[in-house]
């Protein structure tokens, strides 16, 4: 999809040479339509995912030179949790230069992706902990049992 923001328009005429298209995102975030539940979406994701929810909230894009303007590229993903689908999205931005005749715009180019990352959580109790420890034990004394005999018999043979 595309999203374009242009300076003027209307009754309004501006000199394209002197038109600054800097600006400041607040706040960016994608939701479905139908949706009620809100921030409750991020608050069941993990932190690594969350920081992806708005990676572009805040941020200053200026514009250095004349007859320049920002493009904004977004790949957004799907995240099903428990409470609903979340979308997440990565940012890349760049500076475009325009003709002296065209007034710049600040675009937003997005692609929603394919697939969705499903966001479970999942419980171990303390017992899979201590049987995990134990068969790591279990394989380090069979390896350790597995190298001293082959040592041994390695050694009889060179004595030999």
């Known amino acids: 999809g595309r999203l374009e923001f242009m300076a003027g ?30 921030w409750r ?3 069941s ?3 690594e995912l969350t920081r992806m929810a708005q990676p ?3 941020r200053v894009f200026v514009a250095e030179e004349l007859h320049e303007t920002w493009e904004h590229h977004l790949r ?6 428990s409470h609903g689908v979340a979308y997440q999205f990565v940012h890349f931005g760049r500076r475009a230069k325009v003709a002296e005749t065209e007034v710049p715009q600040v675009r937003f180019h ?4 394919p697939f969705a990352i499903e966001v479970t959580a999942e419980n171990k109790r303390w017992y899979d902990l ?3 420890l134990l068969a790591g034990l279990g394989g380090l004394f069979a390896l350790f049992r597995l190298l001293s005999r082959g040592l041994v018999a390695g050694s009889r043979a060179f004595s030999d």
């Open 9 to 38: 328009g209307g009754d309004q005429n501006l000199q394209p040479a002197m038109t600054n298209v800097s600006h400041v995102l607040r706040h960016l975030s994608f939701k479905d339509p139908g949706s009620t539940t809100g």
């Open 56 to 58: 572009i909230d805040g």
């Open 130 to 132: 201590v049987t995990s």
């Open 45 to 47: 994701l993990p932190p």
């Open 110 to 113: 997005f692609d929603f992706e």
């Open 76 to 81: 957004i993903v799907s995240a099903k949790t």
């Open 41 to 43: 979406l991020w608050t």
